[in-house]
């Protein structure tokens, strides 16, 4: 999901509620301060696609943003697809776990977990999150979907990420919807988590690509 990102990620595509009262915040999808030179967030009118697929038109709980990575696509492109990798530059990323070989592919299952604060919801540790790509275009975008889970806890999340090459460097756009009993039941908080995961995974892949870029 998504992005559903631990600490600061069909995709299996982050939650916090008092309904949740579960800071998840920090949990699934990490509190992270917005990153600087981030592209404004909204709800837009239409969505990003890859290969005309995108986030689910039903869900309530959905953010989208962007930023301008400097560095070469080819080094953004690896960051996000090298998924064994995440935790190298994704603090809140505990494990990551390819289960098919290759490149990343349409088909592709990867299985990754987060820290799950102490919290009314669930009383397990980790989140788990298994996330299936489900239409993927080399180096322009990549759709994923599918659960987090924790005992007593699911959030549905489909997670949409494109790239495009400008001056200077590679503009990065992703949007996330989530579903389920625990985040439909307060859209605003949901969301604002979702917000702060996708900004801190933003930060997190800018900080990472630029500096490899340096070096």
Not at 28 to 55: E, F, I, K
Not at 140 to 158: E, K
Not at 166 to 189: C, S
Request: charged fraction near 20%; hydrophobic fraction near 40%.
């Amino acid at each position: 999901m998504s992005g559903i990102r631990g600490t600061r990620a069909t995709g299996t595509t982050g939650i916090r509620s008092a309904l949740l009262t579960v800071p998840l915040a920090l949990g699934l999808l990490g509190a992270v301060a917005p990153p600087a030179g981030a592209a404004t967030a909204h709800r837009p009118d239409s969505s990003l696609t890859c290969r005309g697929a995108g986030v689910d038109p039903d869900a309530r709980v959905r953010y989208r943003t962007g930023t301008v990575i400097h560095a070469p696509l080819r080094t953004v492109w690896r960051l996000q697809t090298d998924v064994d990798r995440w935790p190298d530059w994704q603090a809140p990323v505990q494990s990551a776990e390819r289960l098919d070989g290759g490149p990343l592919h349409p088909g592709s299952v990867f299985h990754w977990t987060t820290p799950l604060p102490p919290n009314p919801a669930s009383a397990d540790p980790v989140l788990e999150i298994t996330s299936t790509v489900r239409q993927l275009r080399p180096g322009s975008c990549i759709r994923w979907t599918g659960p987090a889970v924790a005992t007593g806890l699911r959030i549905d999340g489909v997670h949409v990420w494109n790239f495009t090459e400008v001056p200077g460097g590679v503009l990065v756009r992703t949007e996330e919807t989530h579903t389920g009993p625990q985040v439909d039941a307060n859209v605003p908080a949901a969301t604002d988590i979702l917000r702060q995961g996708l900004e801190g995974w933003l930060h997190d892949l800018k900080t990472a690509a630029e500096a490899g870029s340096a070096r």
